[in-house]
């Protein structure tokens, strides 16, 4: 079996944990959880006729006063990006995050989530379409609603499994 590790990235209350919650259990919570460091889970799936374990890293939320350390993304596959789509201030953000992450890790596959699609005061749509111009996949997910949650999971192992 390929194992694969994945790291949430973004800042504090994104969504980050509740998006590994919903993809590995199938469960939402409306209480808020602080990450602290890194809680790590796993899911184990088939991918295209290939068994595939994926170790899910689940990183603190980056603010003005904390950074996501190096040592914590060191051996990843690949990362998805989290921002509140209520919180613009969330993807700049996820913006300096990657290419952070970027200097570390190399060009390893990301995702951009723009998570909490379910509420109200979403981002600019101007904003997404010049990352899109610069190659970022950008996906619409909620981790209250399920929606796009399997898809973003599912295309970040795809691309990684392509690597």
């Not at 209350?13 to 602290?36: D, N």
């Not at 689940?58 to 919180?87: C, I, K, M, N």
């Not at 700049?92 to 596959?109: C, K, N, S």
């Not at 399997?150 to 970040?156: C, V």
């Amino acid at each position: 079996m390929i194992q694969k590790k994945i790291c949430m990235l973004g800042a504090f209350a994104v969504g980050k944990t509740s998006l590994v919650a919903r993809y590995v259990h199938s469960i939402f919570s409306e209480r808020y959880h602080t990450t602290v460091g890194v809680k790590i889970d796993k899911k184990e799936l088939i991918l295209d006729k290939q068994p595939l374990s994926l170790v899910l890293w689940d990183l603190y939320g980056e603010d003005g006063f904390s950074r996501v350390q190096p040592f914590y993304l060191r051996g990843s596959s690949g990362y998805l990006l989290v921002a509140d789509g209520t919180r613009p201030d969330t993807l700049d953000t996820a913006i300096a995050m990657q290419a952070r992450t970027q200097e570390v890790l190399g060009g390893v596959p990301f995702v951009l989530l723009i998570n909490k699609s379910d509420l109200e005061g979403q981002l600019e749509e101007g904003q997404l379409e010049a990352l899109r111009a610069r190659g970022w996949t950008i996906l619409q997910t909620s981790a209250k609603t399920g929606q796009g949650v399997e898809e973003a999971f599912g295309l970040l192992a795809k691309r990684m499994l392509a690597e």
